[in-house]
Structure formats: C-alpha cells, structure tokens
C-alpha cells in the first residue's frame, strides 16, 4: 500500500479557528479526518502531521526518506520563504503534491511564489480544504 505523509505547516493547526472568510470553517482534524476515509477507499496508508517549527518539518520530510511513497505538503507561509523545505524535498524521492487552501496568486504579492512549487509534481491552490483531497487522488494515480 503506497504510503502517503500529509504535513501541514505554521499555523494550519488553527484551522477553522483562523481567518475563516479565507481558509474556511473546517479544522485540521477535520480535514485529516476526511483524508483517511478517501485514503482508505484509494488504499493509501496516511500518515499526518503539523508542524509551526521549519526545522520539525525538514526532520518529518527527511524521515519520509524511508516512511513515505509520496508527500502531500501544505507548507503555510514557509512556501514563500523556505530554501531548507524545499531542499529536503529535493532529497526525497517519492512524489509530492503542493496544496494550498486559498489562491495564493490571487493574493498579496508576497504570496505569488513558492520555493517548493519548483519540487512539485503538481500544485493545488484555491481548492479550499478539498485541494487535500485531490492531491489524494493524484497520488493514487501517480503511484498505482
Ligand atoms: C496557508 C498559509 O498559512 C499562508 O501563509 C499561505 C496557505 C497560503 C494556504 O492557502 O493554505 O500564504
């Protein structure tokens, strides 16, 4: 079964709670909730985790060096900023889907790059939390 780590970055852990008319009502564990029932159902193996610590998340995608067939990764405001993510993900060498809940083209310019999107092999934005889903269902097909 392909093995899949949804890692959530800085401040998704205030889901629903935060900026709502932007991120929307549902939490992470909502959200993650809804991840392993459609990964149940597309026969992946979910492993999730949230991290506001770069360095925590460099250390969880360099253990899916050996844990993971493939990454789901919402890097939160470190998408904008973060050489160090984006190398770690230059050193694993499964698949990895970008998502962001909001269209981050469609916001303040500062929003409109991503270091990470150069790794991706796909990247959802503006999807709100369903882009979790798809990249699910991306990955199933990328790794059957
Ligand atoms: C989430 C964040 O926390 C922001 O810093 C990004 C992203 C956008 C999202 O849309 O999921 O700029």
New binding site residues.
């Given amino acids: 079964m392909p093995r899949i780590l949804i890692l959530n970055?800085?401040?998704?852990n205030l889901l629903g709670k935060r900026q709502p008319d932007i991120?929307g009502h549902e939490t992470l564990d909502d959200v993650i909730a809804d991840c392993r029932t459609l990964g149940a159902e597309l026969g992946l193996e979910i492993n999730a985790q949230q991290s506001n610590h770069e360095g925590a998340l460099v250390d969880l995608i360099q253990a899916a060096r050996q844990d993971a067939d493939g990454i789901v990764i919402?890097p939160?405001?470190y998408?904008?900023t973060s050489i160090a993510i984006l190398d770690a993900l230059n050193a694993f060498d499964g698949r990895v889907i970008e998502?962001?809940?909001?269209n981050?083209h469609a916001?303040e310019a500062f929003?409109h790059h991503s270091h990470v999107s150069a790794r991706a092999d796909a990247v959802i934005?503006g999807c709100g939390t369903q882009g979790y889903a798809f990249a699910l269902h991306r990955l199933a097909k990328l790794l059957s």
């Fill in positions: 970055g800085p401040n998704l991120y919402n939160g405001a998408s904008h998502v962001h809940i909001s981050i916001r929003r934005a």
